[in-house]
Nanobody
Framework: QVQLVESGGGLVQPGGSLRLSCTASGRAFSILAMAWFRQAPGKEREFVAAMGRFGPVIKYADSVKGRFTISRDNAKNTLFLQMDILKPEDTAVYYC?????????????????WGQGAQVTVSS
């Protein structure tokens, strides 16, 4: 089993920045691709960004491209999401997810392990 814990959420004004972190424990050595998803009230969970453990493949949702940056520290089993130029429509619960394959996927059903989520609210 793999446990994921997100941190770094909060309230920020439009145009501001936040940085989310996700730390893995347990069988963390089995983690390959890692991703961020988000879910706003009344909406489906949607893909935000993902990257593999090995290789340069990184994917972003069109809605966050150029504003969000995903990165990871493999030595510390930690995934990051730097969110800049935040908009009210970015308000959601953000989830970290992992899968035991290095193939970067955008479908949530393809990820085996999930964190509990971190609330991000963008409002003036």
């Amino acid at each position: 089993q793999v446990q994921l814990v997100e941190s770094g959420g909060g309230l920020v004004q439009p145009g501001g920045s936040l940085r989310l972190s996700c730390t893995a424990s347990g069988r963390a050595f089995s983690i390959l691709a890692m991703a961020w998803f988000r879910q706003a009230p009344g909406k489906e969970r949607e893909f935000v960004a993902a990257m593999g453990r090995f290789g340069p493949v990184i994917k972003y949702a069109d809605s966050v491209k150029g504003r969000f940056t995903i990165s990871r520290d493999n030595a510390k089993n930690t995934l990051f999401l730097q969110m800049d130029i935040l908009k009210p429509e970015d308000t959601a619960v953000y989830y970290c997810a992992t899968r035991q394959s290095n193939t970067v996927e955008v479908g949530p059903s393809l990820y085996e392990f999930w964190g509990q989520g971190a609330q991000v609210t963008v409002s003036s």
